[in-house]
């Protein structure tokens, strides 16, 4: 199975901020690789497919990018929204494996 | 637009068989552009893809957990359904079911339902 690493499991940002979160794979996965968010209760949500393609009705606040093993999720002005949990999911091969989550909590 | 939503017992007893239903609407289990998924969710295990079926009934499922796992579709009805033989208290999690967008999206699940809690236990 293919792993993905999540760095940082946590952080504390305020609003306004850039928050860079990164995912690695354990070998390539050319760019498929895709990010969601959830929140407390709910289920994980698209935000970024193939890397760098922002699914329907996600704010533009929101990009990704990377190829190969290394990938990233930015968002450029954190809103009090984002306030959530991030996961990388990669749908290379079977079984589509998922990293263990970023927190992004308010500082 | 599509939905989709889980249904099924919310407690199993080891050993015994944990069946769950996904009711799809809004749109049909019958397009020839998606699989549809299972996916559950544990503290201990994050999130596992459990495996997924297309509209012809043919399924692929986690190597993991292959000997123990079915997945069955209905057309007729637009549902489509998990069996896990055999489980433990390892089983307990959240079970989602998913659409997988394999023909616009690169097998990204751009749809989920709402998730239903499944503990194991005597």
């Known amino acids: ?107 | 637009q599509v939905q989709l939503q889980e249904s099924g017992p919310g407690l199993v007893k080891p050993s015994e068989t944990l069946s769950l239903t996904c009711t799809v609407s809004g749109g049909s289990v019958n397009s020839g552009s998606y699989y549809w998924s299972w996916i559950r969710q544990s503290p201990g295990k994050g999130l596992e893809w459990i495996g997924y079926i297309d509209y012809s009934g043919i399924p692929n499922y986690n190597p993991s957990l292959r000997s123990r796992v079915t997945i069955s579709v209905d057309t007729s009805k637009n549902q489509f359904f998990l069996r896990l033989n055999s489980v433990t208290a390892a089983d307990t999690a959240v079970y989602y079911c998913a659409r997988d967008d394999f023909g616009g999206r690169g097998d990204a699940f751009d749809i989920w339902g709402q998730g239903t809690m499944v503990t194991v236990s005597s």
């Open chain 1, 1 to 107: 199975d293919i792993q993905m690493t999540q760095s940082p499991s946590s952080l504390s940002a305020s609003v306004g901020d850039r928050v860079t979160i990164t995912c690695r794979a354990s070998q390539t996965i050319s760019t498929f690789l895709n990010w969601y968010q959830q929140k407390p209760g709910k289920a994980p949500k698209l935000l970024i497919y193939a890397a760098f393609h922002l699914q329907s009705g996600v704010p533009p606040r929101f990009s990704g990018s990377g190829s190969g093993t290394d990938f990233t999720l930015t968002i450029s002005s954190l809103q009090p929204e984002d306030f959530a949990t991030y996961f990388c999911q990669q749908s290379y091969s079977i079984p589509s494996t998922f990293g263990q989550g970023t927190k992004v909590e308010i500082k």
